[in-house]
């Protein structure tokens, strides 16, 4: 079955960097688009970025663009989000989904991980 | 940026009503929209993609309609495990963007 395993969250301070990691289990990796969304706490979803299934094309959310960068490696079946210049406004739950369909990446999210919180504080 | 605005933000109904929700876009999403469950503690779940297509699992009672920047999500019967906040996405252009979500609610 479909697993999506996120892990490196935890607390950071402003301006310090931080990555988080994906581990994809039960599909082909390789062919499928994939995205980070994130849940400030207590409040909705907010779309973070995606990476094609080739890594050839991604998108960033005006929020995070210049300082997020989303990155894959589909020999270890992981997906990756390099974050920078972290800031208060950027604690949430990050997720990372698979898009439905393979060969695609601009598209709905049908698998999602279990979450995992970042949170910027000094 | 394309804009989803969800209303209403809470819905309070009983076990076995019928529940209604919108989703509105600033500008046409044709019919690349989609809709999903979220439950305390819990990551999203995908109900209903192209606005009316349910995914893999969904049972019937839920269904979607509309087009271009008017959307509806109709759950025919509540059951109790339907309570949840549900968000609508769309996949029209960049960035991808949901709506702030209604709180379904007893």
């Known amino acids: 079955q479909v697993q999506l395993v996120g892990s490196g969250g935890g607390v950071v301070q402003p301006g310090r960097s931080m990555r988080l990691s994906c581990a994809a289990s039960g599909f082909t990796f390789s062919t499928y688009g994939m995205h980070w969304v994130r849940q400030a706490p207590g409040k909705g979803l907010e779309w973070v970025a995606v990476?094609?299934?080739?890594?050839?094309?991604?998108y960033y959310a005006n929020s995070v663009k210049g300082r997020f960068t989303i990155s894959r490696d589909n020999s270890k079946n992981t997906l990756y989000l390099q974050m920078n210049s972290l800031r208060a406004e950027d604690t949430a739950v990050y997720y990372c989904a698979k898009v439905v369909r393979s060969g695609w990446y601009d598209d709905y999210l049908d698998y999602w991980g279990q979450g995992t919180l970042v949170t910027v504080s000094s | 940026e394309i804009v989803l605005t969800q209303s209403p933000a809470t819905l309070s109904l009983s076990p076995g009503e019928r529940a209604t929700l919108s989703c509105r876009a600033s500008?046409?999403?044709?019919?690349?929209l989609a809709w999903y469950q979220q439950k305390p503690g819990q990551a999203p779940r995908l109900l209903i993609y192209?606005?009316?297509t349910r995914a893999t699992g969904i049972p019937a009672r839920f269904s979607g309609s509309g087009s271009g920047a008017d959307f509806t999500l109709t759950i025919s019967s509540l059951e109790p495990e339907d309570f949840a906040v549900y968000y609508c996405?769309?996949?029209?252009?960049?960035?991808?963007?949901f709506g702030g979500g209604t709180k379904v609610e007893i």
């Open positions: 500008q046409s999403v044709n019919s690349y």
């Open positions: 192209d606005a009316s």
């Open positions: 996405q769309h996949r029209a252009n960049w960035p991808l963007t």
């Open positions: 990476l094609s299934h080739d890594g050839n094309n991604e």
